[in-house]
């Protein structure tokens, strides 16, 4: 069988193309499957290079791109491309091309296959926000501030009445904020997160943008792959009629990030954070959900990062050889 | 100032249009406002005739056609067009390209104008289906079974985001099955509940496609048509930031309302009525909400009818000259 990966270009689609490509197998819908071929889908190409995989540069917006880029033995496709939060808020035409009319064009091309693929869609947290509970669960009614949200709500609209109507399988999983997200900083809101941890260990100089008591809701890469993968290994059964799900996470302080830094990075790395709230980011931010409880998910078998301190050192660990360069 | 009405063919929209027409005026945003013009655009053409009226023909999916019903001076857009259930669920490309892609042109007329236009949604209680709690409230989450809820809840969003971004001022309600619905039977799959009055009160035979027992959340539509107007003349403050709306209505089973024609129609009009489950109607009728609680649009004014009864009566009232033909 073969994958798709959109976003493939991107650190998390990357991750899973690599991942995918090194095992040659993949658990799908409750069975092993042998992968035949990966392509990888993005707007830059991607980097990494393996026999299985297929590196394919293109506009997810363009709807006969997209249909050459799967055949009758695509049985897998992982949704990641999007325009990221505060892009999307930015240029609101932009991502409501790549956001929307990209995953339609995507759901379109999976539609009408001899055998229905499972469909990963990478949804937010960010379809929550404005007046939510203390505690966002699995009943809240998604509510989003802001266009990104807006945009991948109703992408999870549309994988649920696909699934409805039996022309894909698809699960969309609403990810926490990927913390700490490897490569340079982008347009998305969250991204403070990453750049207090990730830009000091590197001796580089960052700049927390919220105020240090902003709670968020957090997951490493290899958390958010392992959950990834497990969305795409469950039977169609654990996921029943609703194909949306909050994932589990774990709820830090930008304050007690910084004591993570200070602890595994020294105080060198820790003096290399200033603080300077931007008003735009904390609007954006600020209506985000910060704490959750995932008993759906952890009852599918999906499983978060055990501390804080366990994010910043699987990040050591993977991004700098195991340990901070002084 | 002009006035747009999408679906201004169709029986709300006709009688809308008729009613600001005629009254030449129209309360807009808490403010009264005189109309210069309304455009009653519809793929068949509207058969009212008024010197304000100007009524055209067209496809919503087309957007070019779309953005010349609108000008600078276009205040107020009700969009009622739309693909009715039973037929989006029997043609799914048809319903996305009305209800999904229409509504986007629509939306992106109504953007970059000098005054944002106040945009009346009509969005249906078919956003809500599956698993439901006993009584739907202002905070269940909507969960839409079939297609056609899918779509009104992405045109949802999509005047959620509108308004937020400031583009419009927006304002979505769902409104209950209408009934008695003039004219003749239409894709709707909640047709049989107008049919099983209206045909009988003409001396037609009808069939009941459901089990007597049926409960459904119903609305005339002079209530409904009251009700939309409620919606425009409200300010933008009575709205908030939450711009959808479960609008009142009234609980009723198919068995009681069968005793209503009884009473108001006679004997000869109820033995018009046979009873004949059609699984597909029961499909996609069983998993749509019946009961209500809708304090949010009480606090804000909106009314519904008193009585089933009363229903009927307006019924026999508007469309039989105030009696029924024996």
Chains 1, 2 share one sequence.
Request: aromatic fraction near 6%.
């Amino acid at each position: 069988m073969k994958v798709l990966v959109t976003g493939g270009g991107g650190f998390l689609g990357q991750r899973l193309v690599r991942e995918l490509a090194q095992a040659g197998t993949v658990q799908l819908a409750g069975r092993p499957a042998a992968i035949s071929a990966i392509t990888a889908f993005d707007q830059a190409e991607g980097a990494f290079r393996h026999p299985l995989v297929r590196n394919v540069t293109g506009d997810i917006a363009d709807a006969a791109q997209v249909q050459a880029l799967l055949d009758q033995d695509t049985a897998l496709v992982i949704h990641l491309a999007a325009v990221v939060s505060g892009t999307a808020e930015a240029d609101f035409d932009l991502g409501m091309r790549v956001n929307l009319e990209g995953t339609r064009n995507l759901l379109e091309a999976c539609r009408h296959r001899a055998h229905q693929p499972v469909v990963l869609f990478s949804s937010s947290i960010a379809v929550f926000g404005g007046a939510l509970p203390p505690v966002v669960d699995d009943a809240t009614t998604p509510t989003p501030q802001g266009s990104y949200g807006i945009q991948k709500l109703i992408g999870e609209h549309l994988v649920q009445d696909y699934t409805r109507k039996g022309f894909i399988d698809g699960r969309a999983v609403r990810v926490p904020t990927v913390v700490v997200r490897p490569g340079k900083p982008n347009g998305a809101a969250s991204g403070f997160a990453s750049s207090i941890i990730r830009e000091p260990l590197n001796g580089q100089p960052s700049v927390l943008t919220v105020p240090p008591e902003t709670e968020m809701w957090l997951a490493s890469p290899r958390a958010v792959a392992g959950m990834l993968r497990h969305a795409i290994a469950l039977e169609p059964q654990a996921w029943g009629w609703h194909r949306s799900l909050n994932l589990p996470g774990l709820v830090a302080r930008m304050d007690e990030a910084l004591a993570v830094l200070r602890k595994l990075g020294g105080e060198k790395a820790a003096a290399l954070v200033s603080q300077r709230p931007d008003p735009a980011v904390i609007k954006l931010v600020s209506t985000w959900a910060a704490r959750f409880a995932t008993p759906r998910a952890s009852a599918m078998g999906f499983v978060a990062d055990a501390s804080f301190e366990a994010i910043v050192q699987s990040h050591i660990d993977e991004q700098l050889g195991g340990k901070v360069p002084h």
